[in-house]
């Protein structure tokens, strides 16, 4: 029994002492990407694009809409609670948040946004352009609140998170023709990852020096591509999957070049293609009963407005679904995908 109560406690102070460092090597999470990571950005936007009402965040804390795509919390939140920092992330443009709040962690991502600046178009969202501004706009903001000193150290060690990607394909390449007509769809892979570089090499100036980077999830398995799928008995896309799998080799390949090309830097391709595909796979592994379809109404199209409270449809128990709408994750297949990239992410930044 002693020997029982010694080994719990020095893995309790284990634990704490890892909690300790990583709160002193990571002091912020910033986010820069689209609605995978997006905390609510949108809601202070004219667009479509919203999700700032139930019941979006129905299981977040409080039971309230965030503006998150989502029925609870999205990867940075867990990333940053796995951190010691807050348990959720603060949107840029949320009234209700200030400097005291981003100063260990802020969010400037914009649901249906991409790499490429027409895809922002489609939906009239904000670009990656204006993300980075909001940025630059931030660390003056953060020097002015802490000092140049303090602030600097922060933005200097500080872990980067940046996700997007799917919407340059799926709301842009494959439903919009103009892309179509000047790329064939390798080449088009090849041109956001130009973009990617440009950005991440925009960061690096600015002193971002920890990255985390996420591929593209397993497009073609989404429930709005399913349910599209008629030909395919409304299995997966496995063209969408392919080109998934072929941008994020690319985008790896360009992750590990940077690394060399710019001293000091320290990026991780963080990749959530294969975890959310055997999620997908073998649901029974994970608690999930649904993957075909979303838990919000009839599970196969909604998203934003289309998903909402007078939807007769929309289940009762979402943690039984891999996804919330037809587009994005439930609170549970989120956290699932964060734990298994946050020890990778502890291993390297803490």
Same mark, same amino acid.
């Given at each position: ?18 909690? =300790? ?82 100063? =260990? ?224 994750? =439930? ?20």
């Amino acid at each position: 029994m002693a020997h029982t109560y010694i080994s719990w406690l020095l893995l309790t102070l284990s634990l704490l002492l890892l909690l =300790t460092t990583t709160k002193a090597k990571v002091p912020a999470i910033i986010v820069f990407g689209d609605s995978s990571v997006d905390a609510g950005n949108n809601n202070q936007i004219s667009t479509l694009l919203k999700s700032n009402f139930k019941p979006y965040g129905r299981d977040f804390d409080g039971g309230r809409p965030t503006g998150r795509f989502s029925n609870g919390r999205i990867p940075p939140d867990f990333v940053s609670a796995a951190f010691g920092l807050k348990p959720a992330v603060p949107a840029y443009l949320d009234p209700t948040h200030g400097i005291s709040d981003f100063a =260990t962690g802020v969010c400037f991502a914009s649901a249906g946004t991409g790499y490429d600046n027409a895809t922002s178009s489609v939906l009239n969202v904000i670009p990656l352009w204006k993300e980075l501004e909001y940025y630059k706009e931030y660390q003056n903001k953060l020097k002015a609140y802490v000092g140049t000193e303090k602030a600097n150290e922060i933005l200097t060690e500080a872990l980067y998170l940046l996700s997007l990607g799917t919407n340059d394909f799926l709301e842009n390449y494959y439903t919009i023709p103009t892309r179509r007509s000047q790329f064939t769809v390798k080449q088009f892979q090849d041109f956001l990852v130009g973009l990617a570089g440009n950005f991440i090499r925009e960061l690096y100036a600015l002193g971002v020096r920890k990255l985390s980077v996420t591929g593209v999830p397993p497009m073609g398995c989404l429930p709005l591509e399913r349910a599209a799928n008629f030909m395919g008995n409304h299995g997966c896309q496995q063209e969408y999957n392919n080109v998934a799998l072929e941008f994020n080799a690319k985008l790896g390949g360009l992750i590990a070049k940077l690394n060399h090309e710019l001293p000091g830097m320290k990026a991780v391709f963080a990749n959530a293609y294969y975890i959310l595909y055997h999620i997908i796979r073998r649901p029974s592994e994970y608690g999930f009963e649904v993957t075909r379809n979303g838990c919000c109404g009839t599970g196969a199209f909604e998203m934003s407005y289309l998903c909402n409270q007078q939807n007769p449809f929309t289940c009762e128990d979402a943690s039984k679904y891999v996804f919330w709408d037809s587009f994005h994750p =439930t609170e549970k297949a989120n956290h699932i995908m964060a734990d298994h990239l946050i020890p990778r992410l502890l291993a390297e930044f803490s």
